[in-house]
């Protein structure tokens, strides 16, 4: 019901910086909060940012102080601006939008995330 659409990554050098945007897309939706997780190579997919409607946030202690989430909520779209970027960066991420969708008087709720876009940060 509601699609998103990651892009922004590819590869980086340590130390350099790189913005991934996602943007929601659908019908009768209102996104609440957006995040950003990653996964690296045999890991745990792991909560990045999170980013709720009113713009309060919060990061993994591993990228506070050099990522920042944002978004435009006239867009439905979320951006991670990731800056002193290191190897242990190295994933593909993924967006991820909670919302609540509308059918006349019934609302429902539900999580969508997007197909996963690759960061790859070389020494």
């Known amino acids: 019901q509601v699609q998103l659409v990651e892009s922004g990554g590819g590869l980086v050098q340590t130390g350099g910086s790189l913005r991934l945007s996602c943007a929601a897309s659908g019908t009768r939706f209102s996104i609440n909060d957006m995040a950003w997780h990653r996964q690296a190579p045999g890991k745990q997919r792991e909560l990045v940012a999170r980013i709720s409607s009113s713009g309060n946030t919060n990061y993994a202690d591993s990228v506070k102080g050099r990522f920042t989430i944002s978004r435009d909520n006239a867009k439905n779209t979320v951006y991670l601006e990731m800056n002193m970027m290191t190897p242990e960066d190295t994933a593909v991420y993924y967006c991820?939008?909670?919302?609540?969708?509308?059918?006349?008087?019934?609302?429902?709720?539900?999580?969508?995330w997007g197909q996963g876009t690759q960061v790859t940060v070389s020494s």
């Open positions: 991820e939008a909670d919302y609540r969708s509308y059918f006349g008087d019934d609302l429902s709720v539900g999580r969508s």
